[in-house]
């Protein structure tokens, strides 16, 4: 079995292209690695691949659920390990790109679940959301809003019925791993960028359309780009401040995908040249032909 590449990296550094250019040139298909692209509907707000990228190569796991319903790590780990397995038995290579890195961690390495296990990195709310929730369960907890980490153990005790158990450091596949990084000024620039053009892509009427179908969706109130118009709908916030909220929570979301990406998975890292993407991707390419041929 030739290696997965796995493409990892923050919100906006180029991943769904430099994943489907990899793809044309390995003979390989695509799994997608994102939480809120597994959903149908929820298209502009999460940057899912266009039709048109679509159609370039094949892509799985995109489009699987509809927003009213749940899905859990446990089922995105049998869902992806089934894909490797029906696209390796036709020869073809794997490629798994995305930004939700305890998926992609579960489906490659030796995680144990419980089925029904929902172990959530809660990375698309802010420490503040996460505490809110926890007090939903409990109005007297008393932790500290910095204490990420704790809250978030916490708010998955509460939100479990099942324990998890893992085996966190075996690794079941051959992998390469890519991780795209860039200065924090560019990442943060393209943030902001991606999501003007959101706005004009039709963003608005989407989660208008969204909320008038699923209004008690648990993605829609989690994902973000999504979460944040509840004010705007509700409570008749100025879109510039909905506009400007979603912003800084995919910029904050992006140093915590730094942050675990660096941790958990040890990537090769690659300093993503925006002016000029092809020799990133040549860079990658010529990278990953003399691992094969070693």
């Known amino acids: 079995m030739k ?21 044309k040139k390995l003979d390989a298909e695509i799994i997608n690695g994102d939480s809120v692209a597994i959903y149908k509907k929820l298209n502009i707000g999460s940057a899912k691949p266009t039709e048109e990228e679509q159609k370039q190569v094949p892509h799985h796991l995109i489009d ?7 899905y859990s790590v446990y089922d995105y780990q049998q869902d992806a390990r089934r894909e490797i397995k029906e696209i390796t038995s036709r020869n073809k ?19 144990k679940f419980k089925k029904g296990t929902k172990n959530n990195t809660y990375d698309d709310l802010s420490n503040e959301e996460i505490l809110n929730k ?39 596949y051959p992998i390469y791993i890519v991780g795209l990084t860039a200065p924090r000024g560019g990442v943060s620039d393209r943030i902001n960028k991606r999501i003007d053009k959101m706005l004009e892509e039709g963003l608005i009427e989407e989660v208008e359309a969204l909320k008038g ?6 993605v829609l109130n989690s994902a973000i780009g999504y979460k944040e118009f509840e004010k705007y709908l509700y409570e ?12 800084q929570d995919s910029r904050r979301y ?39 041929a070693n």
Not at 64 to 70: A, I, M, Q
Not at 213 to 218: D, G, I, N, P
């Open 213 to 218: 179908e699923y209004l008690h969706s648990r």
């Open 64 to 70: 699987l659920k509809d927003p009213k319903e749940d």
């Open 93 to 111: 290579r794997v490629i798994i790109v995305g930004g939700t890195g305890l998926y992609i961690k579960a489906a490659l390495y030796n995680y």
């Open 254 to 292: 992006a140093k915590r995908q730094y942050t675990f990406f660096k941790h958990q998975f040890h990537p090769n890292w690659y300093s993503v040249n925006f002016d000029n993407f092809q020799e990133t991707i040549n860079q990658v390419y010529n990278d990953i032909k003399k691992q094969e």
């Open 236 to 247: 008749a916030m100025p879109i510039e401040e909905v506009m400007e909220k979603i912003k």
């Open 134 to 172: 926890l007090k939903e369960y409990d109005e007297t907890i008393d932790i500290h809003p910095n204490n990420r980490k704790r809250l978030v153990r916490m708010l998955n005790k509460y939100e479990n019925k099942e324990e998890i158990t893992a085996g966190k450091d075996t690794c079941l």
């Open 3 to 23: 290696e997965i590449i796995v493409i990892i990296g923050p919100t906006g550094v180029g991943k769904t292209k430099l994943s489907i250019e990899l793809a």
